[in-house]
């Protein structure tokens, strides 16, 4: 089994353990507690203007995400050798948590919306950008 059908599989039983957000739960994805995010499609885009859809792996990004905003910091829950990556900035605005950063020579955006967990992400380097779809939960 794929690390990311991997990272999916233990997601969607984090869902069917905890069931889905009620109503009352709005805001539970705002950065109070940490949260498990996997990565479910990528794609990569050079300057030239082609995309491709990719997988987390293909690309060398993470396809399972813990990220606690609290210690301001990302970590790589996937891989055999793990990586973190510091959160440099948080903001809220119109019921998301946005948060970004930079790691090596890429700079990078992550979305999570507060009340459903559905999560976006940008990475940017030189001559190419990867967007990123996902679904977080709590552990």
């Given at each position: ?32 507690a940490s949260m498990v995010c996997a990565v479910s499609s990528v794609s990569e885009c050079v300057a030239m203007g082609r995309c491709q859809l990719r997988t987390a792996g293909n690309v ?80």
């Amino acid at each position: 089994m794929s690390r990311v059908a991997l990272g999916l599989a233990v997601l969607a039983l984090l869902v069917a353990v905890a069931g889905p957000p009620p109503v009352s739960a709005a805001g539970k994805y705002d950065g109070s507690a940490s949260m498990v995010c996997a990565v479910s499609s990528v794609s990569e885009c050079v300057a030239m203007g082609r995309c491709q859809l990719r997988t987390a792996g293909n690309v060398n990004f993470p396809g399972i995400i813990r990220v606690d905003v609290k210690a301001m910091k990302m970590s790589d829950l996937a891989s055999e050798k793990p990586r973190e990556s510091v959160i440099r900035n948080v903001d809220h605005a119109n019921g998301k948590v946005i948060l970004s950063g930079a790691e090596g020579d890429r700079g990078w955006i992550l979305l999570i919306n507060e009340v459903s967990g559905v999560m976006s992400a940008t990475a940017a380097g030189d001559g190419e950008g990867f967007v990123m779809f996902g679904q977080c939960a709590l552990p």
